[in-house]
């Protein structure tokens, strides 16, 4: 097939590369403009510039599709379907109506659970048993469109880093064999019940919220992992908690329990295993504490 690609980070990519393994002409790749990024804030392609670029294939960038004028030059792609994977800007009905076949998303979840902008982390926040990638057909909607097919895989104890990339490549499989026999896959309208969102994460969310119980905790710590990194500040000095354990024990909230950095929480006890001071390596807890010592009762904020 005839396929313009839209997407931007590093979930979109495997499914990229797919369509181009799978033998799809694709004529074009849309991503999100060039943002400032690293400590000299220089203007850095996204994920899936890069690796179209990297394909020989020709990248969009506008930073709105509203325009007539791009609208036309995307219809004059002449492309039987748009394959959209995080792509992050608003598609309007002209985008949606130019190919052929309309567009198709590769979206986090089982929809019509956690339609929206963060998918994976609400799913581990809520302490979801599954979650998956769903193929859907776009429409105005925010991820409301007929579901074309869709996967599963279980939670259990991954972090958002770990079940992004496995999503992704999920996704990507689920993506080439949808297309390669669109007849097998005819739309789904998605049920009325059970429609949940997943609002952007915020900043604030992130602060590790010692009042709930561990296994809350330990959820947040899994859902912030590796980015932007759960944390608690003691002494004005910030600490990022990338990997716990639930563990038993009672006490003030936010109160080490011991000298090995057990915390106590809501309801039972949270003991970090992998830890992150500013500016320097994650670490085991072990080597965090040889060189930082934090007794038993003091309260992490």
Not at 44 to 57: D, N, T
Not at 175 to 184: R, T, Y
Not at 210 to 229: K, L, W
Not at 233 to 250: K, N, P, Q, T
């Amino acid at each position: 097939m005839r396929i313009v690609f839209m997407g931007t980070p590093d979930f979109a990519v495997p499914t990229l590369r797919a369509l181009v393994a799978a033998g799809h002409d694709v004529v074009a790749a849309y991503s999100q403009p060039p943002r400032p990024a690293g400590r000299g804030k220089q203007l850095q392609p996204s994920a899936v510039h890069r690796a179209a670029e990297a394909l020989g294939i020709a990248v969009h960038t506008p930073v709105s599709l509203k325009g007539a004028e791009e609208q036309a030059a995307f219809a004059a792609l002449g492309a039987d379907v748009a394959v959209v994977a995080a792509y992050g800007l608003i598609l309007p009905q002209a985008i949606l109506d130019a190919p052929r076949l309309g567009c198709l998303n590769v979206h986090g979840s089982l929809l019509p659970r956690w339609r929206g902008a963060a998918p994976v982390q609400r799913a581990i926040l809520a302490g979801d048993a599954l979650t998956g990638v769903t193929i859907m057909q776009m429409e105005r909607g925010l991820d409301t469109g007929p579901m074309l097919a869709r996967v599963e895989t279980p939670v259990a104890g991954k972090t958002a880093g770990d079940l992004t990339t496995e999503l992704a490549e999920k996704g990507a499989a689920l993506m080439v064999s949808v297309l390669a026999d669109l007849p097998a896959h005819p739309p789904l309208v998605q049920p009325e019940e059970g429609v949940t969102y997943a609002h952007k994460i915020e900043k604030a969310e992130s602060r590790l919220d010692f009042t709930r119980s561990a296994a809350d905790v330990e959820r947040q710590i899994r859902a912030f992992a590796p980015a932007p990194g759960a944390f608690f500040e003691l002494e004005g000095e910030r600490y990022r908690v990338l990997a716990a354990d639930v563990a038993e024990g009672s006490g003030t909230p936010g109160t080490t329990l011991d000298a090995a950095l057990t915390i106590a929480c809501g309801e039972g006890a949270l003991v970090p295993t992998l830890v992150q001071r500013a500016g320097k390596p994650a670490m085991e807890t072990a080597a965090l504490l040889r060189g930082r010592v934090i007794p038993a009762g003091t309260h992490l904020g």
